[in-house]
């Protein structure tokens, strides 16, 4: 049967085009997921294509299908994801698709937003619809992992970032960290971050590196800035406390939890800077990323250093790794590495990722991977 | 003139050629170079192909002379190095090039051995012959550059390899290590090994890893696997001793360095075993390498842990770093990493590498690369 296609197969290329058009807008659409349309006049022809670009902003099915007018009567619309049934801050997608007479729907995921989950596709099929599902699933999946995960697990998605050395440092013994990677890799950070809700840091970091987190333009809003500082110990004149600049959110533990008077006295100036500050009951990752989740961040980025990193990692808070590997030796028994520890007494214990092939950034290599689903942490 | 050949560029097809019989012997030429010869007859047309494969064996230019027989005579010679004029374990070749009748040499480099230097293209060019150098020299010097070194410094090539996870880590804190990389990786590392004329490690990675440091026969003889030990304080049950699979030396410090009972009891313990010792003073890879040197090795492999690895970083006893990268995580604030203290204060002194691009093996990365010669140490 080599050649011949199935009737399923002919959709892969169209779900393909939706796929690209729903990655236009990767990282502004949350807490939504990424969707991308394309409308297929009753001959089969390409008369309309759309995007979601972002929360609040109309789904992808109607600029589709606004776009194709009285083409798409009798026609086909494909799209990433399972249209909508529900009425949320834009109209129901499923009445739009029937008001313009479509008679065929073809998606690649049901949605899993509990408002959804195939309710969408069952008022289609109930309507006379004929409705496909599952072309490019998996590709569907991986592209709205983020959005997934937060739906399925209350909390966001969590991406771990560092750059290091060839021999795994990530700062000279006396701390001396800037820089390790070069501008290319370092600009690459850059776009990381605008792909991202938020970007996470411990209070450690703050003190040593005095970090700015943001994309420098690359996403507006900027993301989230994200301290997470059990004992509000932070230095008053830190670059993250400049709101103008982008939003900060100080993440700390309930006060019989902190030494009282100078964390008051912080608590009180970082509110005068208007950083926002939320109490956290444990302050945690894991719990930081349920509150971030309910803001509605899809994925969030760890920039933080090794104590926060293995807490994160040890807590189920990290389903990518994204290394910057630079072609130096630092060297130093005493210099910062991407990890603290996390308990492994054995080798089949280690957290495996499944990496993508090494990219090169400048001089610079970039390994990503996901965590492994069955060694990652319980 | 875009498309026109200079003279010189029509000898760059048949160097290639050259460089590759030449690369065909890849460590096991020591302490000779790697040579490959191609031979072309009057009318250019290849009639002999040849290459150095081992001392005390013919070198290239004999062989592939003797391949072109009568047709050699009024042709052109094309060697990667230039033609030695001196007795060694074989005949001067620049004797067997004019007995040939070739009209015309063509050579990559002149050979740095004092005994040549210049001295083979002076006899020949006093010969009435052509002779062309220079025809891709720089590819000819990569491919001898542990040759070269050990010629122009009196020291060995200095290969340093590890192995570790993707948070630089080269064991767990318990110190277990077996095994980070993946079969794929460690077959490589085997045959890296057959690239090389010795293997050292410190004492500490005999006591902990007890390992064999064979090419598993992908090299016969084996090469060299060298223990540098100051102290002598030696498990006298490792792999290393057994003598039948490979020969091995024990560099050790003088007595009144050592601890004295113990000491001379292991001594004597591996002297029954076969295994050949060396007193060096100072005991420090420097001296280890100028004894390897000696021995005829051009390049070896440090196999070693952190310190060792460090301290012949520190001493210019490293040209090549080989890193295999596992996509796993072991984390572990007192796990071992690479390298030991490099002294850096500041990232401008961070030793840079000119690194290869990655190469996937198995689910492993390799990362390759010469240590920059502006940021080596001193």
Redesign the interface.
């Known amino acids: 049967m080599e050649g011949q296609a199935t009737p399923e197969q002919r959709w892969i290329p169209w779900m393909r085009r939706a796929l690209q058009l729903a990655a236009l807008a990767e990282g502004r659409t949350s807490p939504n997921p990424l969707v991308g349309a394309v409308v297929l006049d009753s001959e089969g022809c390409l008369v309309g294509e759309g995007f979601h670009a972002r929360a609040g902003l109309p789904h992808a099915e109607p600029g589709a299908l606004k776009q194709a007018g009285k083409a798409a009567r009798g026609g086909t619309i494909v799209v990433t994801l399972e249209p909508c049934c529900h009425q949320g801050r834009t109209p129901p997608c499923t009445e739009a698709i029937l008001a313009a007479g479509i008679e065929r729907v073809v998606v690649a995921l049901t949605d899993p937003d509990p408002r959804v989950a195939g309710g969408g596709l069952q008022r289609l099929r109930d309507a006379g619809l004929e409705v496909i599902s599952g072309i490019l699933a998996s590709e569907a999946a991986y592209q709205n992992r983020a959005f997934m995960h937060r739906v399925r697990t209350g909390r966001s998605w969590g991406v771990l970032k560092w750059a290091?050395?060839?021999?795994?440092?990530t700062a000279?013994?006396?701390g001396?960290?800037?820089?390790?990677s070069g501008p290319s890799a370092r600009a690459w950070v850059h776009q990381l971050r605008a792909r991202c809700d938020a970007v996470i840091v411990g209070g450690g970091t703050v003190r040593a590196d005095d970090p700015l987190l943001t994309s420098r333009g690359h996403r507006s809003p900027e993301p989230l800035r994200v301290v997470l500082s059990r004992s509000l110990d932070l230095p008053l004149s830190a670059q993250l406390w400049q709101q103008a600049i982008a939003p900060t959110l100080v993440a700390h533990a309930a006060p019989e939890d902190r030494e009282m008077e100078t964390q008051v006295n912080n608590l009180a100036a970082l509110q005068a800077k208007g950083v926002e500050l939320q109490k956290l009951d444990p302050c945690e990752p894991e719990h930081l990323l349920r509150e971030l989740a309910r803001r509605g961040c899809n994925r969030v980025l760890w920039e933080c250093g090794?104590g926060l990193a293995?807490a994160a990692?040890q807590q189920g808070c990290v389903q990518e790794?994204t290394?910057v590997?630079a072609?130096?030796?630092?060297?130093?028994?005493?210099a910062r590495?991407?990890?603290?520890?996390?308990?492994?007494?054995?080798?089949d214990q280690?957290?495996?990722?499944?990496?993508e092939?090494?990219l090169?950034l400048g001089?610079d290599?970039l390994?990503q991977?996901q965590l492994s689903p069955f060694s990652a942490p319980n």
């Open positions: 290091m050395s060839l021999d795994g440092r000279l013994p006396n001396a960290s800037q820089w390790i090794p293995s990692l790794i290394a590997i072609p130096k030796l630092l060297g130093g028994e005493l590495t991407p990890l603290g520890d996390l308990g492994l007494t054995a080798m280690a957290l495996g990722l499944n990496c092939p090494g090169s001089q290599l390994m991977g």
